[in-house]
């Protein structure tokens, strides 16, 4: 069997991906006649905005019950009187108030919900950032660690805890192992690089 | 007859929990060996003797009993045989004697196989496992007990709610239910370290494989509930972000964390004490989802009762769990300090693991903020807020996406160290990849920004690990010169733990382009048609023939019979409106035409006038790749679970 250059055959490796992807989104271009209603898109997407009051987390869209479909009759009469989706939406807002938007406003109290993820990420990036830099100056002043015996170890023979030891070459003989795989295979690459 | 000894089994086992638990622990902490022992025999018989009482329970539905109450709630003479066995958690008493009866199976796996190598651990794992027992089965036994009696008995049931006559219901209790209990023994066994202030490298050894069981059992039941919500719900649409599905789907996020961390306390010995509160955080996730769905404080489509007692006992019972394990990590926590972790770079494996986690926590955090959200609204404020699928998706697709470009080079960067140009090698050719991609994404008419760098990022990860793949074969035809698949071979069966995690994430990468095609190009059209109308829809041509009627078993249906023609392709759907004898609400079966392009998808709709009827016609693409995306990921979990016993063998453990 010829070995070709290894970076040429990355290359070709490389292009499967592009290939898949040319597939994947070879989907269907829209067919161009409509036969439904216009003004059903509108409905719908207000209907798919709103959530049917009686019933468990589903939009009036979704929703099989006799009221979210009355409410979709009032939503298909009111567009096809003209009203814009802004109008109707507010017309079931002031029967049933926020509770009807599936989406929360972005005003009081909802403010936690909208920058809640954001803040988390961000005090979770910073401690993260702050904590990563503590640690790897340890690393540079070079503090002994306080390690311990492995507990397979000691629940077996029964001994105790011993400070100041390494965690055993016992259980990272598995972990060494693939370092050292891992490690031969990086010189290898380079090598062939 | 079935049920008493059902009924009685539970009671005997409710005895033994308790002995479990006393005996456990004051074995352990008076160190009686015999006391341990005595814990032992007991948690084995608990696990039989539930299993006595789940299969009375089973049996009493087969033999249609209908003086048990919650038989004749949940069944009935005409109810399929696979779907009367079935029955037995198809309500909320059943399943939580479900959820028990696995949860002594477990305990008596854990018990039997982990007796002779984790001695110390033992008398806590008895006690913390007896006392959840205890908990539920005080649950199941006095506050809603599906063995209550009914006098006189009715001649026929009320019949099992029509949704859940459905294969995908069928199994997506008892996963979901296998995941969540199998976090409880590597919970137990973390509960045990801090308990005995030791925690090493070697619980987590044997911690791995239950932890990976559970997680891809959780998967699983979560995927099936995705799957029954697409076939029997008849939106088209699978995920809905209801209180529920976030249920399970919060320990899922934070046992995916744990998975990806641990791996850092193996190979370092770092982060001990951040690994032992993600599985105590998971197990209560686990708890916190039972009981959101159990405890009706929730209601969602997936609500069955709501009891004010039950309720109350259920948040009590959460609390002294939460208090407890929280309270002794917090105050055992520090007895198992390994020093500061060091690290000597700030670019390595470990730093983008603890990325991997923060993003995690985050999503977790995200899910619980807006599925609680609403509750605390209510109790404090006394106003109604709907949190709804449009919030999530905005809020939570950015962190996704951002867990997804850390995937993609999580796998490739080296532990401990890694160097600029190293790296630079390593990313140029999925980068560039990566930006090609964008072109043919904005051809096809991609204008959504989500959907372009979804899209991209995924290219992005597939040529890393691609690359990744290569890069190992290559590397050892250099040393060995053999064929490529021999290599190939080899290289997996060596690490089949690393492999089994780049298949995981193989798996992951096609759900994700399931969710982008579908959640970015689903069409849907609603329209009345009269037989002999036609419609188009992409590139299907659906002629509406007749109207027909069916019947099966208990129900009696209208089945509209629609011509689908695309090219030479043409075939027969046949979409019903079912009404289900004892219930007057018709359920809509959608019919489904799969391929692995896209989903035609059509669901019939009222009468509107005299022999017109309402149709709503989606076209869902990449559905398909959900499906097979999870089935890759089984495939990945089983290959990463080989590995246990020769690793442990290796350490002559």
């Known amino acids: 069997m010829k070995r070709s250059s290894p970076g040429c055959a990355v290359r070709k490796i490389l292009l499967f991906p592009l290939v898949a992807l040319a597939i994947l989104f070879a989907l269907p271009v829209l067919a161009g006649e409509r036969q439904e209603d216009p003004d059903e898109a509108t409905v719908r997407d207000i209907a798919q905005g709103l959530r049917c009051a009686v019933c468990q987390n589903q939009s009036v869209y979704e929703s099989n019950s006799d009221l979210a479909k009355d409410m979709l009759k009032v939503i298909r009469q009111k567009v096809r009187d003209g009203g814009d989706s802004a109008e109707v939406r507010q017309y079931f807002h002031d029967r049933y108030g926020d509770y009807i938007y599936l989406e929360p406003t972005r005003q009081g109290s909802n403010l936690i919900l909208w920058a809640g993820p954001f803040l988390f990420l961000l005090g979770g990036g910073v401690l993260l950032g702050v904590a990563l830099r503590r640690w790897h100056r340890a690393r540079l002043s070079g503090q002994s660690p306080v390690g311990s015996v492995s507990p397979a170890l000691s629940e077996k023979s029964g001994t105790t805890a011993k400070k100041g030891g390494r965690d055993g070459a016992v259980q990272h003989k598995g972990g060494t192992d693939a370092d050292d795989r891992q490690q031969r295979i990086q010189r290898e690459l380079e090598q062939v690089d | 007859m079935w049920i008493e000894v059902g009924h009685f089994a539970a009671l005997t086992a409710f005895v033994l929990a308790l002995t479990q638990t006393g005996a456990g622990v004051l074995g352990g902490i008076l160190a009686r060996p015999a006391w341990v022992r005595v814990g032992r025999q007991a948690a084995l018989m608990v696990a039989l003797l539930l299993t006595v009482a789940s299969l009375g329970l089973i049996m009493s539905f087969l033999q249609h009993d209908f003086s048990v109450r919650y038989v004749a709630e949940h069944a009935s003479l005409k109810l399929p045989v696979f779907y009367l066995a079935t029955a037995m958690w198809g309500g909320h008493e059943g399943s939580l004697l479900l959820w028990v009866w696995f949860l002594a199976v477990f305990s008596a796996v854990a018990v039997w196989r982990h007796w002779s190598t984790h001695p110390l651990s033992m008398p806590w794992l008895l006690g913390l496992l007896g006392a959840v027992m205890v908990g539920f089965l005080l649950l199941v036994l006095f506050l809603s007990s599906p063995f209550e009696r009914l006098f006189p008995a009715p001649a026929d049931g009320r019949d099992l709610n029509p949704m859940l006559q459905d294969p995908g219901m069928v199994f997506h209790p008892p996963f979901l239910y296998l995941g969540y209990v199998g976090f409880s023994v590597p919970y137990a066994f973390a509960m045990a370290a801090l308990l005995n202030g030791r925690s090493g490298t070697e619980w987590i050894l044997a911690m791995r494989r239950w932890t990976l069981f559970a997680w891809a059992m959780l998967t699983t039941g979560i995927v099936l509930g995705a799957y029954w919500a697409y076939y029997v719900l008849g939106w088209g649409g699978y995920w809905a972000w209801d209180p529920v599905e976030n249920a399970s789907f919060m320990p899922w996020l934070t046992a995916t964390a744990f998975l990806h961390s641990v791996m850092v306390q193996e190979r370092r010995d770092m982060f001990r004490t951040w690994n032992l509160f993600l599985i105590i955080t998971t197990f209560s996730l686990s708890l916190l989802g039972t009981f959101l769905v ?334 097979w995306g999870a089935c890759v990921i089984a495939l990945g979990v089983g290959l990463s679970m080989l590995q246990g016993r020769r690793l442990r063998r290796k350490q002559g453990a």
Request: proline share 4%; with cysteine; hydrophobic share 50%.
């Open chain 2, 294 to 627: 159990r405890s009706g404080v929730l209601s969602s489509v997936h609500a069955f009762a709501n009891d004010p007692g039950r309720g109350v006992f259920i948040l009590i019972f959460m609390a002294v769990v939460l208090l407890f394990s929280f309270g002794v990590l917090v105050f055992r926590a520090d007895h198992l300090r390994s020093g500061t972790p060091r690290l000597d770079t700030i670019l390595c494996k470990e730093s983008a693991f603890l990325f991997n986690n923060m993003f995690f926590m985050v999503a977790a955090l995200t899910v619980l903020l807006g599925t609680l959200y609403p509750l605390a609204m209510e109790t404090l404020a006394g106003t109604k807020v709907t949190v709804g699928a449009p919030y999530f998706n905005k809020v939570f697709v950015p962190i996704m996406l951002g867990t997804l470009a850390l995937m993609g080079m999580g796998l490739v960067i080296p532990w401990r160290r890694a160097t600029a140009a190293a790296l630079g090698r390593m990313f140029r050719w999925p980068l560039l990849l990566a930006l090609l991609a964008i072109l043919p994404v904005w051809l096809v008419g991609v204008r959504h920004p989500y959907g372009i760098i979804g899209a991209s990022l995924v290219v992005f990860v597939l040529a890393t690990h691609t690359q990744d793949l290569y890069r190992g074969v290559a590397a050892r035809r250099q040393r060995d010169g053999r064929a490529w698949p021999t290599v190939l071979w080899h290289l997996v069966i060596r690490n089949q733990r690393r492999y089994g995690g780049l298949v995981t994430h193989l798996g992951v990468l096609l759900m994700v382009a399931g969710f982008i095609g579908s959640g970015l190009f689903q069409q849907e059209r609603d329209l009345v048609m009269r037989p002999g109308d036609v419609m188009h829809m992409g590139p299907w041509q659906l002629t509406f023939a007749s109207m027909g009627r069916a019947a099966r078993h208990n129900w009696q249906a209208n089945e509209a019979v629609i011509q689908a023609d695309k090219g030479r392709e043409s075939l027969t759907l046949l979409p019903q409106k079912r009404i289900y004898d004892g219930s007057s609400q018709p359920m809509s079966e959608a019919a489904i035409h799969s391929t692995w392009r896209e989903d035609l998808y059509v669901v019939l709709g009222d009468q509107v006038a005299d022999g017109a009827w309402a149709f709503r016609v989606y076209l869902n693409p990449l559905v398909m790749w959900i499906w």
